[in-house]
């Protein structure tokens, strides 16, 4: 029996205008293939209302659903003071996802350190876009993905989370043209042979995988293989071969603009009915060039794709315009809005450097010195201040207090008059937690000085490994009255790993080494003694997102028998806190140190209390007296393997009436 089919239904959907001036517009709906014709009874144009509250509203969503109490008590000796005794509280790594599609070979390269310092330092999760089909390096039956496979490796080791995309795109051209030209059989037995590949060399590597991307666009696969769910199956067949990854549906105006809203819904629970391994759905929000975001209207869409019950992410944020301080507030408008919906699990931008976005006016960061444009630094504010939790509070206050902090994984130091001697780590979910401290219930009294590196869940590592004589400085002066220097170089060039130098003049010995930004920034790699053209210089090192030049800085003195040795040692090992120590003799005195690092952040190199050695820190806390040393101390706060200090001391002794210099 044939004839036609009668029935209705509503179709909705909503726009932004953009901010231009027009005459005319005309609205595109996009229905099933020809021959099958509609009927259309009505058609209605409404104006929707902005809501005003938004900010408000959004702001109170924010804080009750991202955020959990965190219960403290602390326990101590009645030998200490509370007034000594201080608890901070620091939020180190969201739970919730920001990140940005990356390019996975610049993570491995050495010239795009910058770059690398970005992505680690601003997100948590990432998208390793170089896994499509189309951007196999290799041939048909040896495939190649090793840029994207080594640099998945080396943000996992960073502690990034991955998503991958994408495995397939059954949209007509975004699949080599060699399997395009395939009929189905053989077409099915080609994807089915890739999805082995590709599960084969990710397996337990990914977070996420972008399966099929933009489904709702193309049904390529589907109309050669003749199985209208065909994609099911192969979700179904990429869960078989590797059952960690969540699996995401992927797509395109369906919340930065609401032209497939609604399909994408009904789309959303075909798949999650299917029982194929659908976890969650993959919203790209490409804002058309010169798009406010519309708070009220993004809300009713992901109200509305939260009726399917699975994980929103939203997966390409971009949007573009030329003055970087109303992009911000643009930024601001989008990632607020999505912050605060409770189905939205994550934010990923794709990209964020000016180099390298389909727009360079989308960018949050610019240039080749990687600068932090307004709108990356309105990002910057979002996650590090305004969505972050860091809290200091004196046990004078009370032993017992609640912090109401943003969920992720925390640090939690106890200092004592300003040195601390507990540090721990704890994760906050969407369960309060409890946390006793303890270990300065105790009955002893502490020394003057207190080693902040006593950690409950890392042991120190201190090693004296490559120790080495860099080179020697004698004077050549007659005279017995010390006379010193001071040794300025020119400004380096702006950007990671620049460099100066400092030398000194005729008689001198350099007995210091040090440097200083034009501007008193602190991006800077640190600064070393080191042999350049023959002679003994003060090396100053820039460093990623400085934004002026670098000076090195020598102290150079010259009196009767001066000798100075300069030794270096290092690299530290590859943990958190650990040390590396560079000796000086018997008969010599530390009188200047210096360290440098692959990370920009670093407090900088300092004497010991007593003169006989040199300390160099990592950002956070400071080290006590050590004798006869310079110790170079990875940071408390990095992760284990991300950043190793290199120390150098400058050892000098001075014979004169038949004694050593004394310090």
């Known amino acids: 029996m044939s004839g036609p089919l009668m029935g209705g239904f509503p179709l909705n959907g909503n726009f932004t205008a953009p901010l231009r001036n027009m005459s005319r517009a005309y609205i595109h709906f996009q229905g099933p293939v020809p021959g099958i014709d509609f009927l259309i009874d009505d058609t209605t144009l409404v104006e929707v209302d902005e809501d005003v509250n938004w900010k408000a509203e959004a702001d109170a969503r924010i804080q009750k659903i991202r955020k959990n109490i965190i219960h403290v008590n602390v326990t101590r000796s009645s030998s200490f003071n509370p007034a000594d005794i201080e608890i901070k509280i620091d939020l180190k790594r969201h739970l919730f996802g920001f990140g940005s599609m990356v390019k996975e070979a610049w993570m491995t390269n050495d010239d795009y350190k910058g770059y690398q310092n970005f992505v680690y330092k601003m997100f948590n999760w990432v998208t390793a ?30 502690g990034m989370k991955v998503r991958g995309h994408n495995m397939f795109w059954g949209v007509p051209g975004h699949s080599p043209s ?44 589907e109309e050669k293989i003749g199985d209208p769910h065909y994609s099911e199956k192969i979700y179904d067949m990429v869960h078989k071969a590797d059952p960690f990854p969540t699996l995401f549906l992927n797509d395109y105006d369906v919340v930065a603009v609401g032209g497939v809203t609604d399909a994408y819904v009904q789309q959303a629970k075909a798949f999650k009915n299917a029982n194929v391994g659908l976890g969650g759905m993959g919203l790209q929000s490409h804002f058309k060039p010169y798009t406010r975001p519309d708070p009220t209207l993004l809300k009713t869409r992901l109200d509305k794709l939260a009726t399917v ?11 573009v ?27 990923i931008f794709w990209g964020f450097w000016d180099h390298d976005m389909s727009s360079p006016l989308s960018s ?98 201190v090693s004296h490994n490559n120790e080495h ?55 800077r790699d640190g600064d070393q003694f080191l042999m350049h053209n023959g002679r003994m210089s003060c090396k100053a090192v820039n460093g990623f997102r400085s934004t002026s030049g670098l000076q090195a800085v020598a102290r ?63 950002e956070g806390t400071t ?41």
Request: charged share 20%; glycine share 10%; with cysteine.
């Open 178 to 221: 060699w399997v395009e030209a395939l009929n189905g059989t053989m077409l099915k037995a080609t994807i089915e042979k890739r999805l082995k590949y590709m599960t084969g060399i990710t397996k337990g590597q990914l977070n996420h995988w972008d399966v099929n991307n933009e489904l709702l666009h193309g049904q390529l696969y």
């Open 364 to 461: 949050l960061v610019s240039g080749y010195n990687y600068f932090l444009n307004a709108a990356g630094q309105r990002y910057l504010d979002l996650i590090k201040k305004e969505w972050s939790t860091h809290v200091a509070r004196k046990l004078s206050e009370g032993s017992s207090f609640t912090v109401n902090g943003f969920h992720g994984d925390y640090d939690i130091v106890v200092n004592y008059k300003g040195k601390p001697i507990m540090y721990q780590e704890f994760h906050l979910g969407k369960q309060m937690q409890r946390l006793t401290c303890s270990s300065v219930a105790m009955d002893v009294t502490l020394p003057t000085t207190v080693d902040p590196f006593v950690h409950i869940t890392h042991p120190v590592q």
């Open 556 to 618: 150079c003195c010259k009196t009767k028998n001066l000798k100075c040795t300069y030794r270096g040692s290092g690299p530290s090992a590859k943990s958190v806190d650990a040390r590396v120590e560079t000796t000086c003799l018997h008969n010599e005195v530390a009188t200047g140190c210096s360290a440098w690092t692959w990370d920009s952040e670093m407090f900088g190199a300092f004497p010991s209390l007593n003169n006989k050695g040199c300390v160099a820190s990592n």
């Open 321 to 347: 315009h030329h003055d970087d301080t109303v992009r911000a507030d643009w930024y601001d408008m989008a990632l607020r809005t999505y912050f605060s919906h409770p189905a939205v699990d994550g934010i």
């Open 469 to 523: 004589v860099i080179g020697h400085m004698s004077s050549g002066a007659h005279n017995t009255d010390i006379q010193c220097a001071t040794r300025w170089s020119g400004f380096s060039q702006v950007g990671d790993d620049k460099m100066s130098y400092a030398f000194c003049q005729g008689d001198e010995v350099m007995t210091g080494c040090s440097s200083y930004h034009k501007n008193g920034e602190w991006y």
């Open 129 to 158: 876009a170089s896994f499509k089909w189309k951007y196999n390096r290799g041939t048909r039956d040896k495939p190649d993905y090793k840029y994207a496979t080594d640099g998945v490796k080396v943000l996992k080791q960073h």
């Open 623 to 663: 080290v006590g007296s050590q004798p006869e040393w310079c110790t170079a101390v990875n940071g408390q706060d990095k992760v284990a393997g991300e950043e190793r200090r290199i120390g150098c001391a400058t050892c000098c002794s001075l014979e004169a009436q038949g004694g050593p210099i004394i310090g």
């Open 309 to 319: 019950g699975l994980p929103l992410w939203i997966t390409e944020l971009d949007l």
